[in-house]
């Protein structure tokens, strides 16, 4: 079983729509959960970070951890083709000098 | 503020051959890492380093060799190249925990080895 599951998509979905990504993990001592956005061809870059449980916003994006489910989440709300990219959650190794594991990816298409 | 530098973007290399993929950030970040990433394998951790002088293995770390001599400069070697090292390689930083958890990634260098 890997540490963090991720379903790789591809989910597409129309302009405007509210988009649920997921992901799971097993290690219960992961306290620092993110969201990186990946344009095709580009490097990852931080959407989101939270720590520990909770809610997140940041404009049209919202990050929430269940710890006690072990499940992230990052909605998306009135989605555009702009946010057409991979998001990949990422969870921090606590005290291993800032290792990151990530999940697979979700490739998101977001459809005029 | 350029962040993360990554050199070179491509590179084909034949199977036996070494080289060097080039990392320097300069944000100050203790926390560096090499990354591969391959279709339907996600990104892997290869080495990382929490400051100048400290590296340590990631999950992957077969075949490559990193120093960090200074907070700058990050450098992986490949040390006889083989096919299955084509992939792409992304270099991040970060500040050390507590200070922010955000890694910041490099554009990857895109290997191919035949």
């Known amino acids: 079983q890997k540490e963090v599951e991720q379903d790789p998509g591809p989910l597409s979905v129309p302009e405007g729509a509210i988009v649920s990504l997921n992901c799971t993990y097993s290690n219960s001592a992961f306290q620092y959960f993110m969201w990186y956005r990946q344009y095709s061809r580009k490097g990852p870059e931080l959407l989101m970070y939270?720590?520990?449980?909770g809610n997140k916003e940041d404009g049209r994006f919202t990050a929430q951890v269940d710890k006690s489910s072990k499940y992230i989440s990052l909605f998306i709300r009135d989605s555009q083709p702009s946010d057409s990219a991979t998001y990949l959650c990422?969870?921090?190794?606590?005290?291993?000098?800032?290792?990151?594991?990530f999940g697979q990816g979700t490739e998101l298409s977001v459809k005029p | 503020n350029a962040g993360v530098t990554q050199t070179p973007k491509f590179q084909v290399l034949k199977t036996g051959q070494s080289m060097t993929l080039q990392c320097a950030q300069d944000m100050n970040h203790e926390y560096m890492s090499w990354y591969r990433q391959d279709p339907g394998m996600g990104l892997r951790l290869i080495h990382y380093s929490v400051g100048a002088g400290i590296t340590d293995q990631g999950e992957v770390p077969n075949g490559y060799n990193v120093s960090r001599s200074t907070t700058e400069d990050f450098p992986l070697r490949l040390l006889s190249a083989a096919p299955s090292q084509t992939s792409v390689y992304f270099c991040a930083s970060s500040s050390a925990e507590g200070q922010g958890a955000g890694y910041t990634f490099g554009s990857g260098t895109r290997l191919t080895v035949v």
């Open positions: 990422a969870m921090r190794v606590p005290n291993q000098g800032g290792k990151l594991i």
């Open positions: 939270t720590y520990s449980s």
